[in-house]
Structure formats: C-alpha cells, structure tokens
C-alpha cells in the first residue's frame, strides 16, 4: 500500500514531526557550538537553548529557571522519583506513592526500594481512588511521602484529579509529581492551577523529536537528586552536554502546541464522537474503558469481546491503519494492559485493547478508514465464531 494513503492514529505514542520543529531541528544541526563555551558559536547555541527552555515554560505556566531538559520522559520520571525530591532541607521521602495505571517508567523507574512503593488503587472507570491517597498519606505520618500522579492516561485518556491530590499531599507533608506527557496541546496545563511540585513533558508527544523531555519545577526551592553529575549542566541538576538541536526542535513544538491549543482542543474533541460511532455501529457490544471518567479529548480505548488484539492489529496495519494496543514502550510485545487489570476488566476483554487516538493531522478521512477496517475485522471474527 502506498504509504502516503496510510492513516496514522497512534498519536499517543508519538506524534509525527512539526514542520516549525523540523526546521528549526535542521538549522541547529548545521550549527556549530557547545551551549558551555564563551566563544560566539557557544553563546550563540545557549541563545537557541534558552529560548527554547522559555518555550518549553510558557507551554505549562511555569517559569524558564524551571525547566530541567532531559533525553525524555523517562529520564525526567527517574529525576524526580527519588527520596531526595521535594522541599530545599526537608528530610528524604521514605514511601512512593504511585496510580495503578502510571506508565511503566514511573511504575518501575523510579529510585526507591521495592518495598517502599505502593500503589495507589483505580476505579472501575481508572480514577485514582484519593480517599484511599489521603488515608495511606495519613498512616505514613511522620514519614514523609512522595506521590506521582499522572495528568492523563496514555492507554484510556483518564484525566486524573491531579490537583485535588495534590491538595490532599500537601496537607500531609509530602511531596507531588505528575507525568504531563500526554497532556499539552491536547488540555490546558498549568503547572501553578495543579499545584503540583513538578511535572515531566515529552517533546514527542507534541510534534517535536524523540530523544527530548523535561522535568518542570514549581519553583526554585524544589530540590532534585541528580542522576547524572559530571559538568554542571541544567544548574547542575542534570550534567552531560545538551542535545541544542532537539531541544531547540522541542522549543518550537511547544510554542505550536500552546498557540494551536485553543482550536485544535475543539477539533480533536469533535472527531472523538465519530469514532466513537463508528465502533459501535460496526460493533454493537464494544466496551469502551473509561468513558464515564473524563478523558483527553483524542483518545479511545476499546476492545470487542472475541476480538485479540494480535489479530486486530495485524488487520489494520495491512489496511493502512495504524493502531495500537496501548502503552508504545509495551504494545509491541501485545501484552494485556497493566491499566486495565487496575481497573478491574476481564482479562479476556483487556487482551483484546485497541487504542485510537489523532491529533492535528487527523480528518474525516480517517474516521471512514478506520470505520472500514473496523468492518472488515469484525466481519472475519463474526464468521470464525459462526464457525467454530
């Protein structure tokens, strides 16, 4: 199949690249100069990185000191699930409070032993269950706590109450951090409206490159336990000389992402019902995970009860169609979804989890290309079932 009639909708595990990101990604690589120099070709490259670091700071509401540049998402998770994150002097967290559903970077990249972390339980709509956060947050007392929290679900799109935990954390003495990466352009995001000590963005999830992330602080007085100490980079909380071109292509991104996001949130949230329609049209006894939760407005998760995953996903792929089975850093292996078995689902319907989701590229087009496919698929399954 000619690859330019493909449809892509696997924008949650990444987006394709912005044409403002991949200008300015071209223009840094043909440039010279290490951010640390004093020489011309060094500040010039400094310039570049501090405006995307501004860039990157409008985007979430925070301030450009803020900002900690990463390799990615995973990269800024670990930075900040350590016992020395939180308040500049107050002593180390001695537990780790995480959502069930949290991507697996979080789940098992953070730095505190195993038997210090727990986590926090889902709805049956994958709700994190704060009545339970604010209770365990009161039993560790005195000890003091770290919650990681993520904004959206990268699998369901279940925007969690990040605020109102943090809230509850703070009421408590501990600290907060939230995975963001899903979020912007899709939602606002306010790093100040949450409340939270710190969030992690990914530049691929917003059309800049692979290979890019932040940690963003609430304010200066966060303190971060390095992972990487060498030069004094990133003010010394992260060392190791600075990718200049990804982080200026992640700058422009997230300028695009923030500028874009008070029509395209409305246009995402428009193609959502098509989707949706054309699931249950073609397959009435489609169970949609979390649609009674709120959820990021391009997003979908569905599975057809007699319907895997492997067979659906091989049949999209060769009508064009690209889909996944959820998170990006587990759907390859095809296993069953770590979220749904938080929120409770039948494992023979979580093994058969199909994730829809688009972005700004997205149109009708792609709505009738998955409703036809969708038909095809659920055609076959029909008459193997008739069969057997």
Same mark, same amino acid.
């Given at each position: 199949?000619?690859?330019?009639?493909?449809?892509?909708?696997? %924008?949650?595990?990444?987006?394709?690249?912005?044409?403002?990101?991949?200008?300015?990604?071209?223009?840094?690589?043909?440039?010279?100069?290490?951010?640390?120099?004093?020489?011309?070709?060094?500040?010039?490259?400094?310039?570049?990185?501090? *405006?995307?670091?501004?860039?990157?700071?409008?985007?979430?509401?925070?301030?450009?000191? /803020?900002?900690?540049?990463?390799?990615?998402?995973?990269?800024?998770?670990?930075?900040?699930?350590?016992?020395?994150?939180?308040?500049?002097?107050?002593?180390?967290?001695?537990?780790?409070?995480?959502?069930?559903?949290?991507?697996?970077?979080?789940?098992?990249?953070?730095?505190?032993?195993?038997?210090?972390?727990?986590?926090?339980?889902?709805? /049956?709509?994958?709700?994190?269950?704060?009545? %339970?956060?604010?209770?365990?947050?009161?039993?560790?007392?005195?000890?003091?706590?770290?919650?990681?929290?993520?904004?959206?679900? *990268?699998?369901?799109?279940?925007?969690?109450?990040?605020?109102?935990?943090?809230?509850?954390?703070?009421?408590?003495?501990?600290?907060?951090?939230?995975?963001?990466?899903?979020?912007?352009?899709?939602?606002?995001?306010?790093?100040?409206?949450?409340?939270?000590?710190?969030?992690?963005?990914?530049?691929?999830?917003?059309?800049?490159?692979?290979? /890019?992330?932040?940690?963003?602080?609430?304010?200066?007085?966060?303190?971060?336990?390095?992972?990487?100490?060498?030069?004094?980079?990133e003010r010394g909380r992260r060392a190791g000389t600075e990718n200049v071109p990804a982080l200026v292509a992640f700058g422009a991104a997230a300028r695009a992402a923030r500028e874009g996001l008070p029509t395209e949130s409305a246009r995402l949230a428009a193609l959502g019902p098509a989707f949706e329609a054309a699931i249950r049209r073609t397959a009435p006894g489609a169970v949609i995970f979390g649609e009674r939760a709120p959820r990021l407005p391009n997003t979908i998760l569905f599975a057809v009860p007699g319907l895997r995953a492997e067979t659906a996903l091989i049949a999209f792929d060769l009508?064009?169609?690209?889909?996944?089975?959820? *998170?990006?850093?587990?759907?390859?292996?095809?296993?069953?979804?770590?979220?749904?078995?938080?929120?409770?689902?039948?494992?023979?319907?979580?093994?058969?989890?199909?994730?829809?989701? %688009?972005?700004?590229?997205?149109?009708?087009?792609?709505?009738?290309?998955? /409703?036809?496919?969708?038909?095809?698929?659920?055609?076959?399954?029909?008459?193997? *079932?008739?069969?057997?």
């Amino acid at each position: 199949m000619d690859r330019a009639a493909r449809i892509y909708l696997d %924008w949650n595990a990444t987006a394709p690249l912005r044409e403002a990101a991949a200008c300015v990604l071209v223009q840094a690589m043909a440039s010279c100069g290490n951010a640390s120099s004093v020489h011309a070709e060094g500040r010039a490259a400094r310039a570049a990185l501090e *405006s995307a670091r501004a860039e990157v700071a409008r985007l979430v509401d925070a301030r450009a000191d /803020a900002v900690i540049f990463t390799s990615g998402g995973t990269e800024a998770n670990a930075l900040a699930l350590s016992p020395g994150f939180g308040p500049v002097g107050a002593p180390r967290a001695e537990v780790l409070l995480v959502g069930a559903g949290e991507h697996p970077c979080v789940l098992d990249g953070h730095r505190f032993a195993p038997d210090a972390v727990e986590r926090i339980p889902l709805s /049956a709509d994958g709700v994190a269950d704060l009545a %339970w956060l604010e209770a365990r947050i009161a039993e560790i007392a005195p000890r003091r706590a770290l919650v990681s929290l993520q904004l959206a679900n *990268s699998e369901t799109g279940v925007i969690q109450p990040v605020a109102e935990a943090a809230r509850i954390a703070h009421a408590h003495g501990a600290s907060i951090h939230t995975d963001a990466v899903q979020a912007p352009g899709r939602i606002p995001v306010s790093i100040r409206a949450l409340g939270v000590d710190a969030l992690t963005l990914s530049a691929h999830k917003i059309g800049g490159p692979q290979g /890019a992330g932040a940690l963003v602080l609430a304010s200066g007085a966060i303190a971060v336990d390095p992972l990487l100490r060498g030069g004094g980079q990133e003010r010394g909380r992260r060392a190791g000389t600075e990718n200049v071109p990804a982080l200026v292509a992640f700058g422009a991104a997230a300028r695009a992402a923030r500028e874009g996001l008070p029509t395209e949130s409305a246009r995402l949230a428009a193609l959502g019902p098509a989707f949706e329609a054309a699931i249950r049209r073609t397959a009435p006894g489609a169970v949609i995970f979390g649609e009674r939760a709120p959820r990021l407005p391009n997003t979908i998760l569905f599975a057809v009860p007699g319907l895997r995953a492997e067979t659906a996903l091989i049949a999209f792929d060769l009508g064009g169609v690209a889909l996944s089975s959820g *998170s990006a850093c587990s759907s390859g292996k095809v296993r069953r979804s770590h979220v749904l078995d938080a929120m409770g689902v039948e494992p023979a319907l979580a093994e058969g989890a199909l994730r829809v989701s %688009w972005g700004w590229a997205t149109d009708d087009e792609a709505v009738i290309r998955f /409703a036809s496919v969708l038909e095809d698929v659920e055609e076959r399954r029909a008459r193997r *079932s008739q069969a057997a």
